[in-house]
């Protein structure tokens, strides 16, 4: 959570621990991280460092779009919406129509955005909003799975 406060190689470093803790948590191999850790703990922790990452990319395209550099404002929409899909399926949130919509209009406009396809009048920053808000609806499926 450090990770939206930092900035430079901190911030690099504390996304790099996070992708570490979901590889290790997503391995069959236990053995060099010796968890024992029930499955809704790994659930929230796994769901948890997905909703970090999803928000991490999204600020980077919200960046990106302002600077006018239209395919890596792709590139962080279509990894934004790919972990916040992932981190769905954790938090067991998975049945809401509205962000399925929501992550399929994402990944259509950054296939354009990383083409070179998109035209002037999609509301880019929309959608980035849009896709912001599901990692906010997100975080708070994470907390209740502490309840």
């Given amino acids: 959570m450090q990770a939206g406060r930092a900035t430079g190689d901190d911030k690099t470093a ?3 621990s996070i992708h570490g803790l979901e590889s290790l948590l997503v391995s069959d191999d236990h053995s060099q991280a010796n968890l024992t850790l029930p499955y809704r703990r ?3 922790a796994i769901a948890n460092a997905c909703y970090a990452l999803a928000r991490h ?6 960046a ?3 600077a006018d550099r239209k395919t890596l404002t792709g590139y962080d929409l279509k990894w934004a919406a790919n972990y ?4 769905r399926v954790w938090a067991d949130q998975v049945a809401d129509r509205r962000a399925e919509d929501h ?6 406009l950054s296939e354009k955005l990383i083409g070179g396809t998109a035209s002037q009048e999609q509301d880019v ?3 980035i909003e849009s896709l912001e808000q599901e ?8 907390v209740a799975m502490t309840q």
């Fill in 14 to 16: 504390l996304m790099d």
């Fill in 42 to 44: 790994y659930d929230r």
């Fill in 57 to 62: 990319h999204c600020e980077l395209a919200e």
């Fill in 64 to 66: 990106d779009w302002a």
């Fill in 84 to 87: 916040l899909d992932r981190g």
């Fill in 103 to 108: 992550l399929r209009d994402a990944r259509e």
């Fill in 125 to 127: 920053a929309s959608r």
């Fill in 135 to 142: 990692v906010t609806n997100l975080r708070a499926a994470v």
